[in-house]
């Protein structure tokens, strides 16, 4: 448990003795976010301030379909800086789990600067039936001339992005480097994303960002896929596309969707 989640526990166990209700639990929101965990194990709290572009964010949402659904039902999702992101909804086997609590878990690539983060919970209809509270961190990160960040929309797949530079170098799941002076951080092989490549100091030229879907890993439904795409950490420019299941083809390019080329400046 997070150190933040038990200070949670502690403060409404005083609040409310025994615990509790869940509205009670939630602040009546239905959804909190407990903190944010960096690759190293390090904690940042709401306030807070980290050096870490990459971060899980994990918390505690009710599950719409009441405390007695075993199937969760709905979708959760994180608001960052305006822009909204999927993340995996597990039931909550803690020992302090009140009934219909969930967890959830994912990764979030942070901003340089202000980060505000929000989780909305959705019932199967996509109507928002719980918003947190919003929580705040300053990234105290060096900027990037280059931010490409790959989510897609269902869960258990696995979806590619594909990074090429000015001279043709490659960046992809299998050379992770390929850029020189670029970094892609992960290949997520099971769902959501994202996959994020950065690069400090772009060289000039032409750069081209293409998604490949790999695997269904068994998922037979379409995948809506996001790209978000920051030049010098200015606003995201975000494009998507929808995949069918027969579109993926392990590591042939034949259905690629180019997603965009830009070019950096001298
Ligand atoms: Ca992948």
């Not at 166990?13 to 869940?22: K, Q, W, Y």
């Not at 918390?59 to 959760?76: H, K, L, Q, S, Y």
């Not at 060096?142 to 530079?165: A, F, K, Q, S």
């Not at 896929?225 to 030049?231: A, D, G, K, P, Q």
Request: net charge negative; hydrophobic share 30%.
């Amino acid at each position: 448990m997070e150190i933040n989640t038990i200070a949670s526990v502690l403060l409404l166990t005083t609040l409310f003795g025994s615990c509790c209700n869940m509205s009670d639990w939630l602040g009546g929101g239905g959804a909190t976010i407990g903190g944010l965990t960096d690759r190293s194990g390090g904690v940042t709290a709401d306030g807070g301030i980290t050096t870490e572009r990459v971060q899980t964010v994990s918390g505690r949402i009710m599950n719409p379909a009441g405390a007695d659904a075993t199937e969760f039902g709905g979708r959760v999702y994180i608001d960052h800086n305006g822009n909204r992101q999927q993340v995996t909804p597990t039931q909550c086997y803690e020992t302090d789990c009140a009934p219909g609590e969930w967890t959830y878990s994912g990764d979030l690539v942070l901003d340089s600067g202000s980060n505000q983060l929000t989780v909305i919970v959705e019932d199967d209809s996509g109507n928002v039936v719980s918003t947190s509270p919003t929580f705040g961190v300053n990234a105290d990160i060096p900027p990037r001339d280059i931010t490409v960040t790959l989510t897609w929309e269902t869960d258990g797949n696995d979806v590619d992005l594909h990074i090429y530079d000015p001279s043709g170098n490659h960046a992809y799941y299998s050379y992770l480097a390929g850029i020189p002076g670029g970094n892609l951080d992960l290949d997520d092989r099971d769902g959501y994303g994202p996959e994020t490549f950065t690069m400090e100091h772009a060289v000039p030229g032409e750069y081209t960002v293409k998604v490949r879907y790999y695997s269904t890993h068994g998922v037979t439904s379409e995948v809506p896929v996001t790209v978000r795409i920051s030049l010098n950490e200015g606003a995201q420019q975000a494009y998507t596309h929808t995949f069918t299941a027969e579109q993926a083809n392990m590591d042939d390019a034949t259905n690629d969707w180019t997603v965009a080329t830009f070019t950096m400046p001298q």
